[in-house]
Structures are given as structure tokens and as C-alpha cells.
């Protein structure tokens, strides 16, 4: 028997998809008022929405008990587990796209290679600012510092004062190109998801769609160097 009925699983990932939109939108208003850290916190907030849409597309098949049912069980209540399907989101946006009704037109296809593009070059911005081999769950203590005080090594730091404007704005232009790249595509489409997640239940087994979601892989993988199900790392 499946885990969830498809229903529940559907209302859950539209609501992650408009809260994903909507903090971004709240956190762009912040930073332009300068209030970067804050802005940069709900920014990540915003990630974690998509993280949770992905965790919710993966309970299409599962069955009560087995792994995909514990680690949503686990992972969407877990801050870092959200932020750590990102890794994966190049392939997400690709299996979104298979619904578009732009998909096999060619200025739609030159445009997802443009949005991926320039994710890649968003991340590497953002892991050069950080210096170690950036992978998203990073970022969860960065945003702790946003929305707290908190104790360093010069004393107390107000939450105002504690994310520098140079990382919170890379963090935001990455926030920025996936919640922007969700809207491209479900934008024109999420019914069309909708309708398609119903079907893979009613009509697809699961080597099936393993096989679909296989050549999202193979499209992505020579822009994202995906060899592991991670984009791979700035140098």
C-alpha cells in the first residue's frame, strides 16, 4: 500500500511551491530596505520549501515503512535534510520540465540550459565566498544567524550585524534563480503535474519511471558534472 494518498501529497507540494515564492518575495523586500540578514534567513527559508517539494515528489511511489517513506518522515521536519535535496534540483527542474507544454520547443530548451547555467555559476559565487567545498545544508547555520543574536569570538553580535552583505546577496541570487526557475516551469504546468502524478500512480510502475527520470540525468549531467546525484564543487 502506498504511504500517502496523492491528494494530501499534492496540496502539500503546491503549498511548499507558493511559500517557496512568497518567502523569497518577502526576503527580496528586506534586503532592499538593508536589512540583509533577515533577508538572507527567510531566503533560506525559501530553499527549504523547494527541498520539501522534492522530498514530496519522492513519496510517489512510496510504500509505508520503506526508505523513501522514512526519510520524508525524517527529513521534511529536519532543516538540513530540506536543504540537502537541493543537491539534486538540476534533475528536479528537468523532470518538472517533461510537463511544460513548452517542452520540445527550441527557445524553451535553450533557456533551461541558460537557467542551469547560471545555478551553477550562482553556487560557485557562493562557495568561493565561503571558501570550503559548499554543499546546501551549509547554509542552515547561516541562517540561525539571521534570525538571532547570538555569542563570537568579539562578543555579542546582534542578528542585524551578523551576515555580511556580500554573502547574503549570493545566497539571495541563488534563492533568487531556483524559486525564479520553479515559476518558469509550474508556472505554465503545475496542473499539468498534477494530472501526470496521478497518472504515473494509476498507469506507470516504478522501474518505469526510474527509467524516465534516468535521462533527466543524462541531460543535465555535462552542465552540472553530475556523476554522483551532486553538482560538483568549485575549485
Known sequence: MYSHNPDIILDAFTKAYESALSNYEAASILKEKGYF?????IAVLALEEVGKMMMLDGLLFARTGDERYKQYKSGH???RMKLDALELFPLFLHYLSTVDPRQNEKRYKQTLVVILTDLKEKRHKLSNL???DFVFPDIDSIKQ???YSHESDVGFIANKDAIAPELSEAILELTWRITDTLKFVLGHSIEKYKNQFYSFREHIDEETLKRVRKESNKIVENIFGLTTGKPEQAH
Do not use: D, V
Not at 37 to 41: H, K
Open 145 to 147: 544567524k539571521g534570525f
Open 130 to 132: 565561503l571558501r570550503n
Open 77 to 79: 521536519l529536519s532543516h
Open 37 to 41: 540578514s533577515q533577508a538572507t534567513s
